[in-house]
């Protein structure tokens, strides 16, 4: 593809770039800045036209930091047509795979995706070869309340951590109290108080709505260790893992 280089004032940023709504300007951004004021932007942008301007659906922080630098006034680019699906799915792909991938933001990003096309978890699942246990994981999220989201975009709260929550279908009242829990008292109270709640359900029963299988896999059997194993070194639950894998088997039966 050939690279062209744009107006720094004929740039914005894609609506359909994930990180769109994420903040600019903490220690490694001004760093990134710096380097570009130095260096340039080395590394093009992937943008659309759109109208008279060209949308940056791929390389958000090199585009602020270039605008941000005050002396950068072109920047590289690849310039693409894309229909808005497209685009959603190019800015998904430059972060699925990463390990510090911000979960609240692909979860938004994956249930818009899925609304925009109206197919299905493992139509997706196929397209971008992630497990649709993974991508449910994600689009989990957003019943999370905004502030416990914010506080897993930040790391305060673990994305483990925001699974329990999410799938306790807990009110918004009680997931900001366990949001404060974790602003003001830090993240070890949160998990004590989210253990709490947990262990308060149990003895009520089941959440409304939550559906239990019982598996009996008899004395002599070396699959409930295995499943164990697995789930440790995956870093789930045992519950968690197990109901993934009946997904993704439910999943393929339903193809046939």
């Given amino acids: 593809m050939v690279s062209v280089n744009i107006p720094i004032d004929k740039l914005v940023l ?8 994420m903040g ?22 992937l943008v659309r036209p759109v109208g008279d301007v060209y949308e940056v659906v791929r390389g958000r922080r090199r585009f602020l930091s270039a605008k941000q630098s005050g002396v950068v006034k072109e920047v590289p680019c690849i310039v693409r047509e894309m229909t808005d699906e497209e685009a959603l799915d190019n800015s998904l792909m430059e972060v699925i795979f990463r ?12 249930k818009k995706r899925l609304e925009m096309s109206g197919k299905s978890l493992r139509w997706y699942a196929e397209k971008t070869k992630k497990s649709p246990s993974t991508l449910s994981e994600w689009i989990r999220m ?18 483990r951590d925001a699974l329990k929550v999410a799938r ?41 709505g939550l559906l ?28 968690d893992y197990a109901r993934s ?7 393929a039966l339903r193809r046939r």
């Fill in 14 to 21: 894609s609506p359909f770039n994930i990180r769109t709504e």
């Fill in 24 to 45: 600019f300007g903490d220690e490694e951004d001004e760093e990134l800045v710096e380097n570009v004021k130095s260096e340039g932007v080395k590394d093009e942008l």
């Fill in 99 to 110: 390990k510090d991938v911000d979960p609240v933001s692909l979860g938004k990003a994956i």
């Fill in 142 to 159: 957003n019943d999370l309340s905004e502030d416990l989201q914010k506080l897993v975009s930040d790391g305060s709260v673990s994305f």
């Fill in 168 to 208: 306790l279908e807990l009110p918004r009242e009680k997931q900001e109290d366990l949001a404060r829990k974790a602003t003001e008292e830090g993240a070890e109270e949160f998990r004590k108080a989210l253990e709490r709640i947990r262990a308060e359900q149990e003895k009520r029963g089941a959440p409304k």
């Fill in 212 to 239: 239990i299988i019982r598996v009996n896999f008899g004395m002599d059997s070396n699959i409930y260790d295995t499943l164990k194993r697995i789930a440790e070194e995956k870093g789930l639950e045992l519950g």
């Fill in 245 to 251: 894998i009946l997904e993704e088997h439910v999943a």
